[in-house]
């Protein structure tokens, strides 16, 4: 029997084997990498007795690789795109309250603060860094505008009715 022949006769045991442990389409994977592997890599075993188990123990080998693929990816925890639920398009009437709310307080407290705590907002909100911040109010340290911007932002949350801890 030449190392072809076996190889054919072999690969039927390799899938059987394969087939009774995985899907069908991933054990006709493994199996042409098996065999793939025995004439790159082992063209020299050409007993029997030697390429079966050799077979089955790199079979093995790959087997636990795709587990571990399987695993590392997600495959095994994953729920069915049917049953989720479908998304809500807009917000519930709760919610959208409760944001009304909020941006009705910020607009309040912004209004009671002092031109200073203002102009330092807006000119955040404008994007300028606090460098650019400390040019454009003209001061000479930067540290008084960090101090500025820590009492502004506590004055508002105190004016939202919050708590600085």
Not at 139 to 149: E, R
Request: proline share 3%; aromatic share 6%.
């Amino acid at each position: 029997m030449t190392r072809d022949e076996i190889l054919t006769s072999l690969r039927e045991r390799i899938l059987a084997f394969a087939t009774s442990r995985v899907s069908k389409d991933l054990a006709e994977d493994l199996t042409q990498e098996v065999l793939v592997l025995l004439h790159e890599k082992y063209a020299r075993v050409t007993e029997l007795t030697e390429l079966v188990p050799l077979a089955f123990q790199v079979l093995r080998f790959k087997m636990l690789d795709a587990h571990r693929k399987s695993l590392r990816r997600g495959e095994y925890n994953q729920e069915s795109v049917d049953e989720l639920p479908l998304a809500n398009p807009g917000d519930d009437p709760a919610t959208l309250l409760d944001q009304k709310q909020r941006v009705d307080r910020l607009l309040a407290a912004v209004a009671q603060l002092g031109d200073r705590c203002r102009d330092l907002l807006t000119l955040k909100l404008e994007g300028h860094s606090f460098p650019e911040i400390q040019t454009r109010m003209g001061q000479h340290s930067i540290n008084t505008i960090y101090t500025w911007d820590l009492r502004c932002r506590k004055q508002l949350l105190s004016l939202m009715g919050g708590t600085w801890e």
